[in-house]
């Protein structure tokens, strides 16, 4: 009895660590961040650019368009588009010199980031990223769009940026927070079963210390009938 019961209290803990793990994963499985915004002239860059869904469980689709506004220019230009298979680059500006670097192998697009290729001076200015998003319900499609912005400066040399290391603090404190968070969550569940174990062991002694009992009045009874 002792042995099962410990078993069962091994087995609770387990699914309860499995269960924590999971709520951290899923919580992390997407975030928005932001993308730097110094490149280095004569070198590769990233433009960062992820939009969330609201709701994972729903079926999506997505398409992305990215626009540029250069330095002294009024007006955004339509420079590349991606469908989820191709990619196509519209202003000859940035031929061959855009790449995707974002979600693959699906259509539920989330992350648009693109590598720029061979950065130029020229191509300091306001990147725009939208994504035109339909959630396909059992009834009927709901179309959303989502915009991010990049405001990009093209330097000779490459500087830390206050926002570089801000964003590189923030994220050690989020994962030591989550590992606190985590054992928290451990210790507390391991208190709960544990209390839960004892509990069922004084009422297995209280049932047991019953039944011998019974037992004595069973005996003292047959005697006193002999």
Known sequence: MMMMMMMMMRRLLLLCVFCTLSVSLCSGACAEVDSDTEAVAGR???????????????????TVDWMFRAR?????????SYDGEASSIID????DRMEWHGSRNTYDLQDASVDLLNV??????????????????EYYEFSTTATKLVQLSVVAKATRGTASIVSEVMMYVTIIGLQLWL??????????????????LR????????????GKDNCAGVQLAE
Not at 92 to 95: A, K, S
Request: glycine fraction near 6%.
């Open 203 to 214: 009422a297995s002694a209280a049932e047991y210390l019953a039944i011998a009992s019974e």
């Open 72 to 80: 002294g220019e009024a007006d955004f230009v339509h420079i590349y």
């Open 120 to 137: 130029t001076f020229n191509d300091s200015g306001v990147y725009r990223c939208v994504f035109n998003r339909v959630l396909s319900y």
């Open 44 to 62: 590769s860059f990233k433009l960062g650019c992820i939009s969330c869904k609201m709701r994972g469980e729903v079926k999506a689709s997505a």
């Open 92 to 95: 000859e500006r940035f031929q």
């Open 183 to 200: 054992l928290v969550e451990m210790i507390y569940c391991y208190r709960k079963i544990s209390a839960a174990g004892e509990e069922a």
